[in-house]
């Protein structure tokens, strides 16, 4: 909610948005009115019902003991009666709306319950077959994107074939312009979504063969837009690893160069961050998502575009970071600034869902082609 106050402050818009309130309240008010109305004509209409039943019924009992055909005990019996089965019935309305009511919401609940996720495990899923936890470095991880193709609508194709590896420890960069479809390349190694055709393999196995437990627990992503919880720094580190003891979590934080930051809050790491972490700039957010990976140790490692809104100087240190934990292991680095990819093994540069050039820096300089006018670009 602070956010969009936020925004609505930036463009000067709370009268708009007072107005669409109003409205939606305006609806509200007709919605209740009429609500009532019909509880007004539901209750009304059968105790009108009741009332001239009763009346009717007490009328011919009464002509009958005026007759001599019934005793005033007969009379005084009948009201009873009467009385005893009306009741329960001048009640049936009440019970009838809540019955009413509850059913709308329960058909909300089975209706999201009944929802089906779009990725499902095959039946009796595998393990992806990694070492846990980057405890023995010798099991390192390759992937392979074999041409595949994908698209959230099937008008509007994404990814369009698309072939690469990243060998075991190796650092591959992914650079392109904005909406080529970098992220969804990580989205889909996470296994997010399914790919349309072709598969990624993860040393051999098809991700979409094993468990999407044991496929995630395995990568570790710096997300383009960190989302953090409304809680403590350290927790929000932790996050990374619950079971990780206080000095794994420190040790995270001082990786990702976070430490001198912390020193500087009066509440250091119990300082609380806000509803998606609002209260830290978007560097602090980078910087404790990284903190958060690093404390996850996982085998595989993707960064997507982690330093993009870093000034230069954190972007230097957190680069250290990077390099020092990519070292051992397997990573896909997704950068906006060429400059802090220059190191990586293989460089694949994409446009529109495709890739058009791959190569190291060196190597794609040299073709002056899309890379070497995104360099010039970025140099001057
Ligand atoms: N969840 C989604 N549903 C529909 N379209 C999406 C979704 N996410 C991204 N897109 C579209 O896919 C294209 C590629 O997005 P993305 O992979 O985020 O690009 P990049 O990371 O290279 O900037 C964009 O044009 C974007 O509009
Ligand atoms: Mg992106």
């Known amino acids: 909610m602070l956010i969009k106050d936020d925004i609505f402050k930036y463009f000067t818009n709370e009268e708009f948005e007072a107005q669409a309130y109003d409205q939606q309240l305006a609806t509200w008010e007709q919605a209740k009115v009429k609500n009532r109305l019909s509880l007004f004509a539901l209750n009304g209409g059968q105790a009108l019902i009741i009332a001239l039943a009763m009346t009717a019924m007490l009328a011919l009992a009464a002509n009958d003991v005026a007759a001599g055909l019934m005793t005033l005990g007969d009379f005084v019996l009948i009201n009873a009666f009467m009385m005893q089965l009306f009741m329960p019935l001048n009640f049936l309305g009440f019970v009838y709306r809540e019955i009413k009511g509850s059913l709308a919401n329960i058909e909300n609940l089975f209706g999201l319950l009944a929802k089906l996720p779009k990725v499902q495990d095959v039946p009796n899923a595998a393990m992806l077959n990694l070492a846990e936890q980057g405890r023995n470095s010798n099991n390192q991880a390759s992937i392979m994107f074999n041409n595949i193709t994908f698209a959230y609508n099937t008008k509007r194709p994404i990814i369009k074939g698309i072939t690469f590896s990243v060998n075991a420890g190796e650092k591959v960069a992914v650079v392109g312009q904005s909406g080529s479809g970098k992220s969804t390349l990580v989205k889909l190694l996470f296994r997010f979504y399914d790919v349309n055709s072709g598969n990624i393999n993860i040393n051999e196995q098809d991700i979409s063969q094993v ?46 160069h976070l430490s001198e930051f912390i020193s500087s809050l009066p509440d250091g790491l119990d300082t609380v961050v806000g509803e998606r972490g609002l209260k830290l700039s978007g560097g602090e957010k980078q910087r404790v998502a990284i903190a958060r990976t690093i404390l996850k140790n996982p085998q595989i490692l993707v960064f997507d575009e982690a330093t993009s809104s870093l000034d230069s100087h ?31 093994d293989n460089i694949i540069v994409m446009s529109h869902g495709e890739i058009v050039e791959q190569g190291n820096h060196q190597q794609l300089l040299a073709l002056k082609g899309q ?6 670009l970025q140099q001057s």
């Open 314 to 344: 954190s972007e230097q240190a957190i680069l250290t970071a990077i390099n020092e934990v990519t070292k051992s292991r397997t990573s896909l680095v997704i950068a906006h600034r060429l400059s802090t990819i220059i190191d990586s």
């Open 211 to 256: 468990s999407q437990q044991s496929l995630r627990s395995h990568i570790g992503i710096v997300p383009q837009d960190t989302v953090l919880f409304n809680d403590t720094l350290f927790n929000n580190v932790q996050y990374g690893c619950p079971t990780a003891s206080k000095d794994e979590v420190l040790k995270a934080i001082e990786l990702a």
């Open 371 to 376: 890379y070497s006018n995104m360099w010039q």
